[in-house]
């Protein structure tokens, strides 16, 4: 087994382990610090790709990651669920009331009040 490759992928498993942990806390901004470091660490795999002969010990480590992954792919996607429902809600709190007739207006809608300008900032 070679040395960087075991490694590398027990740094991964560490990411992910990570990473699950702060989405386990929604804490997105934690989640977020770890891109770079899994993006090199998987460049760091992708080199070792086909060069090794598996040993059961970087098949343990393999089993480990392939777990991680999974329950990173289940975080991940109720993140992003969570963040949508956010959204359309502050979406939905800074819409301007519909322009609706009056009873006795004669058919004519009312003109929508003016609205003050709104700013709204996101952090992943």
């Known amino acids: 087994m070679s040395k960087d490759l075991a490694e590398s992928a027990q ?3 560490d990411l992910l382990a990570a990473e699950n942990d702060a ?3 929604l804490d997105f901004a934690a989640a977020t610090a770890l ?3 899994k993006e090199q ?3 760091d795999l992708a080199k070792h790709q086909g060069r090794s002969t598996p040993s059961p010990a970087l098949a343990a480590i393999g089993q480990l990651v392939a777990k991680l992954a999974a329950e990173n792919q289940l975080l991940l996607e109720r993140s992003i669920a969570v963040q949508t429902r956010i959204v359309r809600i502050v ?3 800074c ?3 519909p322009s609706v007739a009056r009873y006795g207006g004669h058919g004519r809608s009312t003109t929508p009040r003016a609205t003050a300008a709104l700013a709204l900032s996101t952090r992943a």
Request: a positive charge; glycine letters at 0%; charged letters at 20%.
């Open 11 to 13: 740094r991964m498993a």
């Open 23 to 25: 989405l386990k806390r």
């Open 35 to 37: 891109v770079t470091a």
């Open 41 to 43: 660490t998987l460049a």
């Open 91 to 93: 979406a939905r709190a």
């Open 95 to 97: 819409a301007p009331p």
